[in-house]
């Protein structure tokens, strides 16, 4: 018996399901079909199917429309989609790009600074930073998107340090700066990406990093940075008692660190 041709599916970036190399054509209605059993993980009554997928239709209609959809899309494949009369539920062979991502994201949060059981290289950065279908707007998505969103940059977080502990600082660099642009106003992505110049021992590029996000904070928000990313660089080699920062409001004077970035400018140019 020939090996069965394995079956891909893509949410992140756009819907694509490959069949091998080959992209298989799926109707919109059935993309949304395929995405839903897919993003639910496991068997999903058809009712609550058909009434997520158009639950502007009477029961009956959407219940019809789902029929009609799940006979296409298993025109395309019949492992596509496995029907019962009241459950459906993903084929069980198909690779799930964001099942993976989230696979990932657990295995780092469990292994701590232990990653020599771990591939750090098995999920890449696109799909750490990538959108879960960006262009469709439909209301069911937008928990789904929101908790893969936060996936992502708890993983992008645990790769930068897992990555640091590893001695791969250049690559855990990109992977906190990846967080920031995810979200740049994540206080726990730019102190990760602080200790990460700490632990390669950057020191001046710490400094210069909490400085860039205390502007930013103060910009965005009118707050400071807490006292535990203030307090990473008080750790460093030439360690500076920095203020104590209200978080209602932004000091006018120059503190330590910038008075040492100064000086030290001022030095190279003399």
């Known amino acids: 018996m020939a090996p069965k041709v394995p079956l ?5 970036g756009r819907f694509t399901l490959w069949l091998g190399s080959q992209e298989l054509g799926i109707a919109t209605s059935g993309q949304r079909l ?10 999903v009554g058809r009712l609550h199917v058909a009434g997520t997928l158009w639950p502007d239709y009477s029961t009956e209609r959407s219940l019809a429309d789902l029929r009609t959809t799940l006979w296409r899309v298993n025109q395309s494949s019949e492992r596509v989609i496995v ?6 539920r993903l084929g069980p062979d198909i690779e799930v790009d964001v099942r993976n991502l989230a696979a990932f994201a657990r295995r780092l949060n469990q292994a701590g600074a232990a990653s020599e059981n ?11 930073t990538g959108d879960l279908l960006p262009d469709w707007y439909d209301d069911w998505l937008q928990d789904e998107r929101e908790g893969l969103r936060q996936t992502r940059l708890h993983a992008l977080e645990s790769l930068a340090r897992v990555l640091s502990a590893s ?3 250049v690559d855990a660099i990109q992977a906190a700066l990846a967080a920031i642009r ?11 990406l602080i200790e990460t110049h700490l632990a390669e021992g950057n020191w001046s590029e710490a400094c210069r990093q ?5 502007r930013l904070l103060r910009e965005e928000l009118g707050v400071e940075p807490s006292d535990s990313t203030r307090l990473l660089l008080e750790k460093g080699p030439n360690p500076a008692r920095l203020p104590r920062l209200a978080s209602h409001a932004a000091p006018q004077r ?17």
């Open 8 to 12: 891909r599916l893509t949410l992140i």
């Open 34 to 43: 395929v995405a839903l059993l897919a993003l639910r993980g496991g068997p």
């Open 83 to 88: 029907a019962t009369p009241s459950l459906l």
């Open 118 to 128: 771990i591939d750090l290289d098995s999920v890449g950065l696109g799909d750490l």
């Open 167 to 169: 001695g791969r600082h």
């Open 182 to 192: 995810v979200e740049p106003l994540r206080e726990t992505a730019h102190r990760t």
């Open 210 to 214: 909490f400085q860039r996000f205390r």
């Open 254 to 270: 120059e503190t330590a660190i910038s008075a040492q970035l100064r000086d030290s400018r001022t030095s190279s140019r003399a």
